[in-house]
């Protein structure tokens, strides 16, 4: 069985620019989580998405947002890039929101911003 | 005061030895706690959870939760050097609408010596 899957594996990019993060949840799961993860502050939820709908959204500036399709496939967009928006970001799915105990996490996006 | 606080270690111990991890959380209305082992470079992995006061065992790894206390531990048995990692505690509290909000503790270093 397939892992989560996220692309791209690096990315580099400048402030003010904006960037698109996909996510390929495990077939069969229908949740997705994005988490960002930093030295200073650690792995952070960003949002959780079911069924096509955000369900939770964590303490980041609107400037993140995202989206789940109809295959459960996710996308995360960070517009207006700042230097403070590098880190490691790490999409996670599971069966479904009742079941935490089955999230897996993905390989993750390293987003460097200049 | 974090939601989520752990020792950063490094934790050391040797071979064979027993491995305790701790971790304190402040939403007393936290419902469901995890612990995640990742390796350096690599994703966060589930290794257990756990949801009612009590003790769970599964092979090497004991979970313990007091809910009173708002404390959750992780005891590794017979530690091995493939247990080195960081130890990441999670606290999930379920919001309105059934969705989730993992917050996780900065981790702890684990070293296993030979």
């Known amino acids: 069985k397939a892992g989560v899957t996220q692309t791209p594996r690096y990315l580099i990019k400048t402030r003010g620019q904006q960037v698109t993060l996909s996510c390929s949840p495990i077939?069969?799961?229908?949740?997705v989580s994005w988490y960002q993860q930093t030295p200073g502050q650690g792995l952070q939820f960003l949002f959780e998405?079911?069924?096509?709908?955000?369900?939770n959204k964590g303490n980041f500036p609107g400037r993140f947002s995202g989206r789940q399709f109809s295959n459960s496939r996710s996308e995360m967009n960070v517009s207006t890039l700042e230097l403070g928006d590098s880190a490691l970001y790490l999409c996670?799915?599971?069966?479904?929101?009742?079941?935490?105990?089955?999230?897996?996490f993905g390989p993750g996006t390293r987003l460097l911003v200049l | 005061q974090k939601e989520v606080e752990q020792n950063s270690g490094p934790l050391s111990v040797p071979e064979g030895a027993i491995a305790s991890l701790n971790c304190t959380y402040s939403?007393?209305?936290?419902?469901?706690f995890f612990w995640y082992r990742q390796y350096s470079g690599k994703s966060p992995e589930l290794i257990m959870f756990?949801?009612?006061?009590g003790d769970k065992e599964d092979g090497r790894f004991t979970a313990q939760l007091n809910k009173a206390s708002q404390y959750v531990s992780l005891l590794i048995r017979d530690s091995q050097p493939s247990d080195s990692a960081t130890y990441l505690c999670?606290?999930?509290?379920?919001?309105?609408?059934?969705?989730?909000?993992?917050?996780f503790g900065t981790g702890t270093q684990l070293k296993v010596e030979l």
């Open positions: 996670a799915s599971s069966l479904n929101p009742q079941n935490m105990e089955t999230q897996y």
């Open positions: 077939s069969g799961h229908r949740s």
């Open positions: 998405y079911f069924s096509e709908t955000q369900r």
């Open positions: 939403d007393r209305g936290s419902q469901s």
């Open positions: 756990i949801y009612s006061n």
């Open positions: 999670a606290v999930n509290r379920g919001v309105t609408g059934g969705g989730n909000k993992l917050t």
